[in-house]
């Protein structure tokens, strides 16, 4: 029944040409129908504070000729980690059922400037469950910032049972206000596309017309069903936004540089009855275990879709002529070009080339390209597109009393270290106990200086937590750990003290969210 339902859906919107006419003025934007889905004490929905518009590479400040000073105290290193985090505790009991989430930590440090992470967190208001994710841009910012403010909303829709979508429907119809459909989780600096609002609330509303039109639509999709179709629809309508007339030159410029830019995303939907996790690219997902003795396990709830994936680079290949084996991914990229092989947006690895030249061309003359990160370039062998998708790879896990949180990064995460030592840093953060293993016959033969190694690295790992945010502390352990294991205040001196157009070429983006789970629920009868 899905597969009819989605499928349906997804070659309609392939086939609009689709005029917005705002219902609001875009510059009031938050005079919208939809203010009603701002809960009190919460900067969210489609718009949020005085920031907004499109970022220039003016934007940057170079410094290679500045002295570098990276002599910083404890106190400026903590307030470099500490400016982005976030943390929240989620209420047991919500009014309708109980939470799956006992609270979440997040955190992010830039690299690039401005930085091409992004996050969102909320909690479903009309269905059931939590939504989490990170998302990681590239080509800019602009994809990943438009991906992680409409994301959530087509999921939570696509899961609303249709006597909710209709009375969605009516409100709209009659200018009343709209039931708010998620609660949202904002960090004072998360910001939203304020003169894109008008467009994304029309076409998440074309979303659910159509499902109002099918009949198969009753009770509303499952979370597995409802991600996946979430992922290819909102990339149809970023697609079709930068083909389409629009109403301002500053909203199709911004259509245009999200659809050129690319990102990846991990989104988890968290409830009674398990986790389920979406991927695509490269962000991950990771399950924190805790063992009978204590110890701490990783269980991977994503996988990497990059060259390092056999089962990802042979269904690549597997779409295109055999001709083209040994070009598609060429120096563990795609194309040559691009490291994670799917993503939203990036329609140069989908449109033919005609209509890349179409749209470009199409543009006011007086349009500064390079100032939208946009390049007249075709990647090489581009012979049979497209080369790139969003669809998902979905896991589920239902959820067992041993199992106590769940890690969402982005790469730059990953890059520092593996899923292991994040999933024991933060179940030691939890417990407060460091468990270390009995010296094995094997060390009590070692020398004098090897023991002394031995001796730095135990001492290490029980040294005590400097952050009650996990998230810090795993961004942290990320780019301060040390030979030993050890925590070098002068390694995390020098990473964070690197100026802009050096810092890129040292780590990435950074994004961690530490989700604690409420592991009673397994053990509940009912569950």
């Not at 995460?413 to 994040?422: G, K, N, P, T, Y």
């Not at 961004?475 to 002068?490: D, F, K, P, V």
Request: net charge negative; hydrophobic share 35%.
């Amino acid at each position: 029944m899905y597969g009819r339902v989605c499928s349906r859906i997804l070659q309609r919107a392939s086939s609009y040409r689709l005029t917005v006419h705002p219902t609001v003025p875009v510059q009031a934007a938050h005079n919208c129908p939809f203010s009603s889905w701002r809960p009190s004490g919460l900067d969210q929905r489609f718009h949020a504070g005085e920031e907004s518009g499109i970022w220039t590479r003016s934007c940057c400040r170079f410094s290679t000729h500045q002295d570098l000073d990276f002599q910083q105290s404890q106190v400026q290193i903590n307030s470099l980690l500490r400016t982005n985090e976030q943390t929240v505790n989620v209420p047991e009991f919500d009014g309708r059922a109980l939470s799956a989430v006992r609270k979440f930590d997040s955190n992010q440090l830039p690299a690039n400037t401005p930085n091409e992470d992004r996050r969102s967190a909320a909690t479903c208001l009309q269905s059931k469950g939590m939504l989490f994710g990170v998302f990681d841009g590239h080509g800019g910012w602009a994809c990943a910032q438009a991906v992680s403010e409409r994301l959530l909303y087509y999921v939570a829709v696509a899961m609303m049972p249709k006597q909710t979508l209709e009375e969605l429907e009516k409100c709209m119809e009659h200018g009343r206000p709209v039931p708010p459909i998620l609660q949202w989780y904002k960090h004072h600096a998360d910001f939203n596309y304020r003169e894109s609002a008008s467009l994304y609330i029309n076409h998440l509303r074309v979303f659910w017309q159509e499902l109002l039109d099918n009949e198969d639509h009753d009770e509303g999709m499952s979370p597995q069903d409802a991600l996946d179709c979430a992922f290819r629809r909102l990339d149809a309508d970023i697609s079709l936004e930068a083909q389409v007339p629009l109403s301002s030159d500053l909203m199709k410029s911004t259509a245009i540089q999200v659809a050129f830019a690319g990102c990846t995303a991990c989104v988890a939907h968290i409830g009674t009855d398990g986790i389920h996790v979406a991927n695509a690219g490269d962000c991950r997902a990771v399950l924190g275990v805790q063992n009978d003795d204590g110890s701490w396990s990783a269980v991977p709830l994503s996988k990497d879709h990059n060259s390092q994936n056999h089962a990802e680079l042979e269904r690549i290949r597997a779409q295109h002529p055999p001709s083209e084996r040994d070009t598609v991914v060429a120096d563990d990229r795609l194309l040559g070009v691009l490291m994670p092989l799917r993503a939203f947006g990036d329609v140069r690895f989908k449109w033919s080339l005609e209509l890349q030249q179409s749209i470009l061309a199409g543009l006011e003359s007086g349009v500064d390209l390079d100032s939208l990160n946009l390049y007249q370039y075709t990647p090489p062998n581009y012979l049979t597109p497209p080369y790139l998708e969003v669809t998902p790879e979905i896991t589920y896990h239902k959820l067992r009393p041993q199992d106590r949180f769940l890690i969402l990064g982005t790469d730059g995460l990953w890059d520092e270290f593996a899923s292991e030592e994040a999933v024991r840093l933060v179940g030691e953060h939890l417990s407060g106990i460091h468990l270390q293993a009995p010296v094995s016959p094997l060390e009590r033969k070692l020398k004098l200086g090897q023991m002394h190694e031995l001796l730095l690295k135990r001492r290490a790992r029980a040294s005590p937590a400097l952050d009650t945010n996990a998230a810090t502390h795993l961004i942290r352990h990320a780019l301060g750990t040390g030979e030993y294991g050890e925590l070098s205040q002068e390694r995390l001196a020098s990473m964070l003290a690197l100026p802009e157009d050096l810092a890129r070429m040292y780590r990435d983006d950074i994004t961690a969210t530490v989700v604690y789970l409420n592991y009673d629920l397994a053990k509940l009868p009912h569950s």
